[in-house]
């Protein structure tokens, strides 16, 4: 789901903080640049930004659901509302632009022109993007919402497997333990939730749309690995305008992808009789899927501004954190059951969460030191040749 664009944009964490690091350094004098004061205006932001994580997350989840919940049967509207509000981050697009102005460094860089990018990285992405939209749809139909959420969680064991073998991933001992408890997770989830069918499901319905959201985590574990992979070797840039430019187009070929798929496949037609027969009312039917869509770029906007303001690892944190909220939501909104299966397979998901989160701190230490040591060596080889204690012997 939209969770997909926090992987994206934490790679660029270690070019911004080179960049920092290479600023107000003068030749031959190694001073550091001196971290920004963390004041009440930053707090602020911290809050206001993991408040809006969480409630659009939350939000998005629970009216995807509600939509089939009230009488709403179009997988691929459902499915173009999760993606479709992506104008929405053209204005911040615009004004994180202006605040940050694009290197000059960018000028005439080794990065392919719009049309290769277009078609070799944001079509491909695109409808890898539609394609897990609309599986999340079927399994939103077809199963209790906390159950989709926690199926959900098996995306981090299928990033690995793809990184694996896109992106040279390693396989260290936090990372096996994550796939094991996320595998795990879901298999209590089918041992325990054969009976407890949302109203009017068949049992192959149940079926399919368990299978449908296990692929659509597939589907979203190859696309941030293939986003990973194209910011390296076509892109070629891992700077902030790069990044936005491949999530807005990315998500304008999957709308594309979904419009089409709507009308193809005859959904367009019995909209109309849809919305009249919406058991909340026609103004209802249209605010659920408006507000499902905004839900999920509010999501968006949280992720990117505490990867901003803080770090990509603490708003990986965030959304783990929110992550009970929903099947808790369910509980009041759907009467979804919460019984003890369910909350075992519940402290699973966020366990193998959490293994996955700390090799990402590990990694990012790691990063840092070899960052750190690499800086110290270059301003040591810039020093003037009479300063080097070598050249002052007697």
Known sequence: ?????????????LETNN???????????GRRRKAPSRDYKWWIRTVLYSVFLISGQSMATILGRLYFEKGGTSKWLAALAQIGGFPVLVPLYCFLLWKIPVPNTEIGSDSPPFVTAFVKVYVPLGLLVACSGFLFSVGLQYLPVSVVTLITASQLAFNALFSYFLNSQKFTAAIVNSLVLLTISSVLLVVNNHTE?????????YAAGFICTVGGAAVYGLLLASQQLALRKVLKRQTLKVVFDVIIYQSLVASIAIVVGLFASGDSKGLKKEMEAYALGEVSYVMTLLWTAIGWQVFAIGTVGLILDVSSLYSISVSTVGLPIVPVLAVFVFNDKMDGIKGMSMVLAIWGFLSYIY???????????????ASEIAVEDSLPAEVHPADNRA
């Open 1 to 13: 789901m939209a969770e997909t664009q926090l992987q994206l944009v934490e790679i660029t964490e």
């Open 19 to 29: 960049k920092e690091n290479s600023v107000d350094q003068p030749s031959g004098i």
């Open 197 to 205: 069918k949302p109203a009017g499901v068949s049992n192959a319905e």
């Open 359 to 373: 090799q990402h701190y590990l990694d990012h230490r790691k990063s840092k030191i070899e960052n750190r040591i």
